[in-house]
Structure formats: structure tokens, C-alpha cells
């Protein structure tokens, strides 16, 4: 299984753009790359995903690399409640959606 | 729109008791996973269904738990007798599969305490 790495916390300020960086120099052609997040005492959540070019949805955006070995979720204007960790996932097309999840990113967001 | 529901959401057993945790997924999604969460950890895969049938349980400790899905839909994830180290939180997830994404949607859990 293709591994994640990302920076084990983050720190931002409300209302202030984030960018979560994760590294995946092992990806594979057919590896999807998955963004979930989890809040405290909540089951993960997922944000958005991605194969090959950026995406867009209300939660966030997600810029792939052009060499897909790393990409970046990025929050537009953080708030108190993405404080959460986020964890950076890749999901092979014919593993039946199974997801490996790393140690994650916690973001912090201060006032 | 309902999401997935569990139960109990808080369990606390003595070691060597059995112990049992229910989910129900959102309707419609084919796909069921349990998943187990140690404290500071990410969620660890236990077990895939595609509706009633185990795909993958590649993960479950056998000799302990056991799951079962019937007619596709609830699921039930049991382990007999627990141990101190199973103290964890149990996800319970579900998914459809439109386009290979496979977006997975949680339950808020089953925290399992152990003493």
C-alpha cells in the first residue's frame, strides 16, 4: 500500500486561507487521493478527493501536483470548527474503497 | 437525510465479558465497514461487506470477534471475551460506489472500555 506523509500539526488563524501539505512519492497511476477529517469525539469525515486534476467543493479545494507525488488541501477561510486532524489518504480503484488511514495533520485554529 | 447510526455509543465491560456493537448505514449504501480507533491512532480497517457478503476481513482477530451482516443492510460486530486491549472507539462506515470513489460515511462510534 502506497504511504502518506504529512506534518503531524498545523497552526492558523480564523478566517485565514490553510494549506495541508501530504507527500505520496509512491503513489500509483490508479491510486486515488482522499481527504477526511475528524473532529473531536466524531467518527471522520470525509472532505473531497481527487485523481488526477485540482477539485473544487463547498468544504475545500485540492491541488494535486502535476507529477500526483504530492498534493494539498486547502481550506479558503479557516474557521473554529475545522480545527480537526486531517488525514491524507490514498485509495487504490479495485481495493472496494478501503482506506488506510496515517497519523494526520491536527489544525489548530486560533481566534 | 439519515446518516449512519450506532449503538450503544458508550460501553463499558469488565475483561472476558462479551460485548456487542449494532450499526445501521444510510440506506442504499451496498457497502459496510468496521473500523477500530486506539487512542491517538487513525482508524484500523476491521472488516468489509459488500452487501451481506465479507470481502475482507483480512483484519479481524478471528479468534474474538466475530461480524455479521444480514440481509445486506444492519451489521452487528461482536467480540467474545474481550480484553483490556480492545478498549478502543468501533467506526462503523458506509458507501455507494459512484464513479470508483467510494466517499465513506462514519458513524459517531461505539467507545469500548475495558477494565
Known amino acids: 500500500d502506497a504511504k502518506t506523509t504529512q506534518p503531524n500539526s498545523m497552526e492558523s488563524n480564523e478566517e485565514e486561507p490553510v494549506h495541508l501539505p501530504c507527500n505520496h512519492s509512491?503513489?500509483?497511476?490508479?491510486?486515488?487521493i482522499h481527504w477526511y477529517r475528524q473532529l473531536p469525539s466524531q467518527g471522520p469525515e470525509y472532505v473531497i478527493h481527487?485523481?488526477?486534476s485540482n477539485v473544487n467543493n463547498r468544504m475545500a479545494s485540492l491541488a494535486i501536483a502535476e507529477d500526483r507525488k504530492s498534493s494539498t488541501l486547502i481550506l479558503h477561510r479557516a474557521t473554529l470548527r475545522d480545527a480537526a486532524v486531517y488525514y491524507c489518504?490514498?485509495?487504490?480503484?479495485?481495493?472496494?474503497?478501503?482506506?488506510?488511514f496515517g497519523q494526520g495533520t491536527e489544525l489548530s485554529v486560533k481566534p | 437525510e439519515a446518516g449512519v447510526v450506532q449503538s450503544p455509543r458508550y460501553k463499558i465491560i469488565e475483561k472476558k465479558q462479551p460485548v456487542a456493537f449494532w450499526c445501521n448505514p444510510i440506506?442504499?449504501?451496498?457497502?459496510l465497514y468496521w473500523y477500530r480507533q486506539n487512542l491517538g491512532q487513525g482508524p484500523e480497517l476491521l472488516i468489509r461487506?459488500?452487501?451481506?457478503?465479507?470481502?475482507?476481513d483480512s483484519q479481524l482477530p478471528k479468534d474474538r470477534f466475530s461480524a455479521e451482516r444480514l440481509k445486506g443492510v444492519d451489521s452487528t460486530l461482536k467480540i467474545q471475551p474481550a480484553e483490556l486491549g480492545d478498549s478502543a472507539v468501533y467506526l462503523c462506515?458506509?458507501?455507494?460506489?459512484?464513479?470508483?470513489?467510494?466517499?465513506?460515511?462514519f458513524g459517531p462510534g461505539t467507545r469500548l472500555t475495558v477494565t
Open positions: 462506515a458506509s458507501s455507494t460506489n459512484p464513479g470508483n470513489s467510494y466517499e465513506q460515511y
Open positions: 509512491t503513489i500509483s497511476g490508479t491510486d486515488y
Open positions: 481527487g485523481l488526477t
Open positions: 489518504i490514498l485509495m487504490h480503484y479495485n481495493q472496494g474503497g478501503k482506506l488506510i
Open positions: 440506506s442504499g449504501h451496498n457497502t
Open positions: 461487506y459488500e452487501n451481506e457478503e465479507a470481502v475482507d
